[in-house]
Structure formats: C-alpha cells, structure tokens
C-alpha cells in the first residue's frame, strides 16, 4: 500500500471534528463545576511542589493504585491507572480484540468506542436500546454473534443518563464468556457501583474516570479495575508512563479530599433534581430522569434548531441524535445554579 | 473466545517489567539534568495559575502547534500534538498497521516499538545494524517485504547514539512507498533534523518529545511532524485529549525559554566529550560517538554483572543486549559533572 492508499485509507477512518472556539457557558462536556476553580487551582499548587517535571513518572503511579483501592475497598493489585477515559478505551480495544472481529455495544453510547474500534478496524455491533432506555440483558446477549469479542455497558449511560439495573448487568456479565467492559465514568452520581464485582466476575472490568466527580477533565486521569488476573494481564500491556507525575500527585491529592468530592456530589444531585422538575414544566419538554451529573432531553422544537439558539446566546448543549422512543434530544450538564437559571431562561426564550 | 484464553492471549503480550525501588543516580532513562529542577518547577508553578483541572483541554493545543511550528520553521497544520512517545507510536501503530502487516525496524532499536507492534498482531520485522553501526538504505530497503507496511528508523539511534547520515536517511523514505516514521527523540543533542523535510516528502513522518533536551518527562507531551495532508488525517485519529493541560501550557512555557533549553543541550555536550574521553582512558573500555544524551559502551567485564555492580552503589545504567559488533553494552545518561564524576569513580570501581 503506498502513501496515497495509507492518506485514503487514514481519512476514512477520522473521528473527531475540531472545537470551535469556546462558549460563554459551557455545559457540553459533563465538567464538574461544583468543585471550585480556586480550591482545586489550590490541590494543584500543592501537587506541583512534589513533583520533578524531568523525570519519568516512579513510584507516583503505586502510590495512587493503593489510595484508589483503599477508597473503593478493593485490592490494589485489581487497579490499572491510565491516561483518561480515551486512553484505556484504545488500550482495551487493541488488546483485546482484532480487525474483523466485533465490539458489541447497547446503543446510543458514548461515541468513543465506536471511533476506538474504526481506526483499528474492529466491527461496532449495535444492540439499540428499547424504547423504555432500560437493559435487557437477554436481548443484549442475543446480540452477540459468532465474532463477538467484548461487550461494552456505558453505566450509568452516557447520553442517557440511566443507570440499568444492577442484576441485569450482571447477568450480560455472567452470560457472555469472553470479557465485559462497563463504563462507570458517571457512577458517582448513580446508586450502585460494580467495582465490588470483580474480584468474583473474572471477565467484568470497570473504567473510572478522574475527569467527572473528581474534576480532573483537564488531567486526562483513569483506571481500570477488574480481578486481581485480568488487572495484571493488562498492566502488561499498558503503557509504562500514560499519564503525566502532577496528574497522578493531583489525582492522589483528590483521594485525600473525597469529603469534598461527596459533597459537591451531593450538591449536584439536588440541582439535578430542580433542574429536573423545572425542565418538566416547560410545555412540550419530555425529559429522562438521570443518574449521571446531566439530563438528557427532548423538546417539541427540533433539537438541532434550540442547540443553534443557545450556541448563539453563548450557551453550548450536546446534541444527542436518535434516542429510541425520542429521537433527537439535548443534553445538558448540571451545573451551579446561577448558570442552571441562566440556561432555563436562554431554553425558554429559544422556545419561545 | 473465552476469558481464560483472552487471559493468556493477553499474558503472552506483557511487555512491560515494573520498576522496582528508585536509584540513588538515575543514569538509565535519559532523563535531562541539565535543566535545574528549581527553575523547572518555576515555570510549573506559572503554568498552573493559567490552568483551570476541571475543564478537557481547550485552545492551549493549538496554541502549542503553532509554537512548535514557529520555532521549527514549518506551518502549524503539520503538526499533530500528542501525549508523549508512547502515545504517538500506539497512534501510529494502529492507525497505519494491521495484525498480519510488518512493521519494519533497523535494530537494535527503541524497544517500544516491538511492544507496541507485538500488543496490536503487527510483525516486527528487523533489519539487524551491519557492525559499523551506521544505516545503509539498500540493505535496509532490500529488508522490505510484501507485507511491510511501514518503517521506523530512531535517529540519534536509541540505544547506539549514532546519527545516521542525513542522505542515508533521505533515501529510505524516498526509496520506500509506504509510511516512513523518523523518531527524532533525541535529534536536539545531534547534528540536524528532516523536520524541513515533511513538506516535500509526503510520507515521511517526525516523531519528537518534550521528554529529552525540554526536561518534561514527567508531563507526558511529544508530537509529529508530517506534510499537511498526512499531519490533518493523523489529526484526525488522534485522540480529543492526548495530553493534560498543565502538560501542554508547560511545553508552551518551554517554547518561551527555548535559549534556557538550547543552553543546557550546549553544556551537555561539552560534558559529554568529557565524558568520552574519559570512558577511553579506562583499559578496555570500547565506546560509540554519541549524537545522543546517553552514552553507550562495552566494559571488558560482562556488561550485566558490571551493571549490577553500579546498582549496588546506588547507580543505574541501562543494560543494552547484542549491538552489532560489540555485543552487550551499558548505557549512561549524560548528566552534570558532579553525577558524571561519581559514575566514573564507581565505575572505574566496578571494573577494578
């Protein structure tokens, strides 16, 4: 294949498109805005003064992995740390599974898996959701076909906001023999957390995230947990340093703070709720009820239409297309109140 | 496939060995300590202020393409910032590469580069260095197989240190249809970069890290530099966040001090002709000219043993197996005098 074929070749397979430049209120990427810029500018000074730029990351990495077990009460050899969400979907996708074979997924999900498995090209395998959003696992399990190499559950769902029940996960888990990867980037705000599986569910690993409850969007900062066989197998295919010395020393500072990250956990669940009930007053608006820190909505206007009407007020949404039993809604972050009265108010005049 | 034999699949690909307790003199990753820490950590802390953790990185990423661009002398569309070596070489590894497809390596070379063909099914395929260590581009293209789809050449050479003549390399990527990627990790403390290149050689890819002669190992920042039509399709399999922000506003803060920068790879050289003069005045000591910040060489003592002799002491070098010629050698970091004179005593030490 010469480089014209590799350009073609790599051109299909493209993913993202670029930002934009950025809105005044910015409630599209599930950032935590409970946590105060100061107060966490402040854990970062402090993280700073540890660290030695010029040096690979060491024993940093150790250090966390044992803090996250502690806090998830789980053993620390269960733990993979990674660079951020992305980082350890790529890992999972190219260890694995290969090309031709299948990534199975409960649809819509959040689009990273699908992007992961194209540039590698592995098979998406779609099981759409049934129109009351909840997980059937019998249905999903009746999805997998003979390539099937790896499930993925987004739990709570990412742009649904559902947290499926706890028995039907499981039973994806207990029903399909090779391995299941359940996304708990949004537990946090959810009722239930998997993490306690593992170590009796060889096959189940769970992703975490720094970026959501913990407000390290801009640390690209995860793990991985799974049982103590299925963790090690996968530190060894990691890489040896994915994420930088001060994002693990901050991530470590955070797991110092959990009394923080509680409460503004709890903070966001009762403006989710107001939130929630002032939305189900606006004429026409049909909303999910979420367990995730945003909601997920559908107006009577076309979803694309209202998005453009606030971008053009400075407030940026997530257009989310083909809910089933929906069709095209908005998703929008919880955020502090001034700027959740600030978003109702540009909602209902673009409503109008 | 079942979990228990994705278990072994996944075992079998472990290519990573942790790291064990921290040395005393860090002399095997080549990490840059000509770069005062104090002055580093200044630069952190001003980086930081600008930063808000909470928030997915925003603008600073193509702030930071432009500033590398400006100080390369190419159009800020060819490059493609990423998350450090590593990161860029997964990318390009799975993004250019299927299982099955060779990947094509002069070596000994990089080991990363085997890991991260070995973890996707891609087949590493070797064209071993002729004894006189330099690249000879008709023996390397006459390597080439029918599957080969791309080829990697590190230069400076990890782990000899040799630059190879600037025409040799030249005539690999003109002689070879596919993608040729060109891992410059270590072109600061060497003689000349391709990077002027890219614009005329449209399969030519420049691999550079912030982790050498810019001091940020721990940050986790490296990027490429293509033509832009290639540079824009890797862009667009790149990963939305590769790197942190605090990474990328330091790596913009090192592009404002690039004399502070330029300085330190200037004294590293003068120390590393001291050092090589001395290396030679030690009986049966055989050393490669170094284009690097590392150099490497063989002891009339079995590498290994003499290796663990340093460790003893505190001090770690690199063991680096089978150089063409030469056989098992020891690698040093080129560090400041007084780590330097420690080295020689405990090393003349060792070899007494």
């Given at each position: 294949m010469n480089i014209g074929e590799t350009l073609l070749r790599l051109e299909a397979l493209s993913g993202y498109s670029s930002g934009g430049s950025a809105p005044r209120i910015k409630l599209d990427a599930n950032e935590n805005l409970f946590l105060p810029r100061e107060a966490m500018l402040g854990y970062l000074r402090e993280a700073v003064e540890s660290s030695d730029p010029r040096l690979y990351p060491a024993t940093e990495s150790e250090e966390l992995q044992t803090a996250i077990a502690k806090r998830l009460g789980?053993?620390?050899?269960q733990v993979v740390i990674g660079g951020g969400g992305d980082q350890l979907i790529n890992l999972l996708v190219t260890s694995l599974t290969r090309p031709g074979e299948g990534l199975l997924s409960l649809t819509p999900t959040f689009s990273m898996y699908k992007v992961a498995a194209s540039i590698r090209g592995v098979e998406s395998q779609d099981c759409p959701l049934a129109p009351d959003l909840t997980l059937d696992p019998s249905r999903l399990l009746a999805a997998v076909a003979g390539n099937t190499r790896m499930i993925e559950i987004v739990n709570p769902n990412n742009p649904t906001g559902v947290q499926f029940e706890e028995g039907a996960v499981k039973k994806v888990v207990q029903g399909f023999e090779g391995p299941v990867l359940v996304d708990e980037a949004y537990a946090d705000y959810?009722?239930?957390?998997?993490?306690?599986c593992c170590s009796g569910l060889e096959n189940l690993m769970i992703l975490r995230t720094f970026s959501k409850a913990y407000g390290l969007?801009?640390?690209r900062l995860g793990y991985l947990v799974a049982g103590p066989r299925l963790a090690s197998a996968l530190r060894g295919v990691q890489d040896l340093y994915p994420a930088s010395s001060v994002s693990i020393r901050m991530g470590l500072r955070m797991m110092r703070e959990t009394h923080v990250v509680d409460e503004a956990v709890s903070r966001l669940k009762k403006e989710r709720s107001r939130l929630a009930s002032e939305l189900s007053q606006i004429p026409g608006v049909v909303m999910i009820p979420s367990d995730a820190n945003f909601v997920t909505f559908k107006t009577q206007a076309e979803a694309a239409s209202i998005q453009a009407k606030l971008s053009a007020e400075g407030v940026s949404v997530r257009l989310v297309r083909g809910i089933p039993g929906l069709g095209d809604c908005l998703r929008v972050t919880v955020a502090p109140r001034p700027l959740m009265a600030e978003f109702l108010t540009r909602l209902r005049g673009a409503l109008g």
């Open positions: 789980v053993d620390a050899d959810g009722r239930y957390s998997l993490v306690g969007a801009g640390m």
